[in-house]
């Protein structure tokens, strides 16, 4: 539920846009939005879910709902969005529709991937253009724009998704203080795995994940206070983790370009419209990889190991949680015993230890 719903109506109101709003985070928004009162137009691929969500927030709420089941990787579907909504007073833009792809990326396929270039990133551009130029002229509105915590940093098997959601960040923390002096407030949300129904149909088994519900609440909670949002405990133990880790991936110096990647699955497509759908997989394939405190190839023994690196479970975000905790005591511990030459007692990070004499070389 939204704080301050009054305040935050009168910000962003009276009529918020929300893409990929048939399921997962988009949706959830969605709800949260006509819980606060704001009247909503409804982007999506799948019109008959769109047309049930409408149906069910015009009964509970006095709100007025539009519907547009569109496919945003087309140029006609941006433009009759632009056009569809060019007399609604819309002062806010979630734009939560996405998807993402998985796997070697020499396996991948050249259309699915321009597809993905295309959703998550030109249309991400033409219509935060378009919207922010409508919004800058009434001198009021807000731009959500999703990125994942993928977008910190590359992700092998998941290269190229990835990057797209790395340009999405960098867009949003750019916007941000652009068009803040115009009276527009620019988030990027960056929430890390999240429950939705992308791990069934992708046949993965997911352990410790975020709900829809606590993604959206985060996000909304967040705009206008800052320009990028981490949603749950979880997300921001998964961007804090990539902190102290070099950017080059680990496996560039243990060999994992010498054919060792027969394990790794076939590259996969991720679902429709809600961009909680794509962090699954991109968990699976990338975080363990990020992580250099466990061996990339290895699949995880005992109870969770379903053969190869195909067989992660998500139950490894909680090692990925354990080794970030390993990160912190570590850089503490070396900030203990770290001493100022002279100054005994007095811990500096980034300073050289001070050593006895016998110590030193010469």
Known sequence: MIRHRERFLQRYGPRALVTGASAGIGREIAVQLADAGFDLVLV???????????????????????VLPLDLTLDEGVQELTTATAGSDIGLYVAAAGFGTSGPFLDAHLDQEREMLRLNCEAVLTTSLVFGRRMAERGRGGIILMSSVVGFQGMPNAAHYAATKAYVQTLAEALHVELRPRGVDVLAAAPGPTHSGFAERADMRMGRALSPRTVAHGILAALGRRPTALPGLLSRVLKDSLAPLPRTHPGADHGLGDGRHDRTPTHRHGGDDDEGDRLVIVLVHGVPETA???????PPAGR??????????????????????????LADRRARTTRAPGRPGRARLGRRPHLPDRDRAP
């Open 44 to 66: 999506a691929r799948r019109e008959t879910l769109l047309r049930e969500l409408a149906a069910d927030l015009t009964g509970r709420h006095r709100i007025d709902v539009q």
């Open 304 to 329: 969770h190991a379903r053969g190869g690196a195909a067989g992660f479970r998500l139950s490894a975000t909680r090692r990925l949680c354990r080794d970030a905790g390993r990160l912190r005591r």
């Open 292 to 298: 250099a405190l466990w061996d990339p190839l290895r």
